[in-house]
């Protein structure tokens, strides 16, 4: 009887915005991605990545996993960004209003799917997996980003109220 070969995976982190996209980060192998370790690991990169993007200025917005609203990150969040959307002003399930998810990760699986050969260690899966993110195409990131401004103002319009700043 042959065994049962599984697929290999890794995790990763990354944000994108209008105009730019942060750097792909790995997260270790088998490492427990809670409000510490998000905190220490993955908040400072991922903010510093935003600094380097727009140094202007940004809004830092994530999704509800548990670690994004960990009391630990909320309060790493509003220490360290001078503008963030806090856990109780975002909807907790929203896929449709995040570009990483309705659009950018998707759009890397479907790269992924095409590249050929497959890898077959966790080093080269890395590897293509920061090629498919490097080759992503910005324009599609921006589409998706200025689609998301249409849709939180199709929220916000939905719920009764107005946003001048979007």
């Not at 109780?88 to 799917?113: F, M, Q």
């Amino acid at each position: 009887m042959e065994r049962v070969k599984f697929a290999k995976h890794v995790m990763v982190s990354a944000g994108v915005c209008y105009g730019g996209k942060g750097r792909l980060h790995f997260i270790p192998d088998k490492a427990k991605v809670n409000g510490k370790f998000y905190c220490e690991i993955l908040l400072p990169r991922l903010v510093e990545d935003c600094k380097s993007l727009l140094p202007s200025g940004f809004i830092f917005q994530q999704d509800a996993a548990p670690a994004h609203t960990a009391k630990l990150a909320q309060n790493w969040t509003a220490t360290n960004c001078s503008d963030f959307i806090g856990k109780d002003e975002w909807p907790t399930n929203s896929p449709d209003l995040n570009p990483l998810d309705y659009h950018v990760w998707g759009a890397a699986l479907k790269c992924y799917k095409t590249f050929q050969p497959k890898p077959n260690t966790i080093d080269e899966l890395k590897k293509v997996l920061q090629t498919t993110w490097d080759d992503l195409p910005q324009n599609s990131i921006n589409k998706a980003t200025l689609s998301f401004v249409k849709r939180l103002r199709g929220c916000v319009k939905a719920w009764g109220g107005h946003f001048e700043h979007v």
